[in-house]
């Protein structure tokens, strides 16, 4: 018998929000860590966003929901890099930002796919059902 999704879609959008946001920190920490409480850090950021994006895919689709992580973390990283690190500010890159975004709306509006198999043998794998219930255990 198949394991019903017990996420609601709301939550998932928020989880893959979330987990673009905190891909924007741990990708600057790959560039920018220094000691080893950075680099711990850094790890912690991977494993949050990563769990936050497989917890929603089992609700979006895998494509739609990879595509919005990373499209967060990209446009996040380009513009915390010109912002905060003082890369040159760039027209080209803002304007290629704004084609990615707009790309992965438009993903969202053409995708019908849905691969629940996959995802669930992952998120089993790496113990993610039992986090989930845990989880939705604490909000209820």
């Not at 967060?72 to 003082?86: D, P, Y």
């Not at 040159?88 to 990615?100: A, G, N, R």
């Amino acid at each position: 018998m198949k394991k019903q999704t017990k996420i609601s879609t709301n939550l998932a959008w928020a989880l893959i929000i979330l987990g673009g946001i905190i891909e924007c920190f741990w990708v600057n920490g790959l560039k920018h860590a220094d000691n080893f409480a950075l680099y711990v850090f850094t790890g912690l950021g991977i494993l949050i966003s990563f769990c936050c994006t497989i917890l929603a895919m089992k609700k979006i689709e895998v494509s739609i929901a990879y595509a919005v992580f990373v499209g967060i973390g990209t446009a996040g990283v380009v513009l915390g890099e010109m912002l905060i690190f003082n890369e040159p500010f760039s027209w080209l890159k803002i304007s290629l930002i704004s084609v990615l975004i707009l790309s992965v709306i438009g993903l969202k509006f053409i995708s019908q796919e849905h691969d629940e198999e996959s995802v669930e043998k992952i998120s089993s794998d790496l113990g993610l059902n039992e986090l989930e219930d845990e989880l939705l255990g604490k909000i209820k």
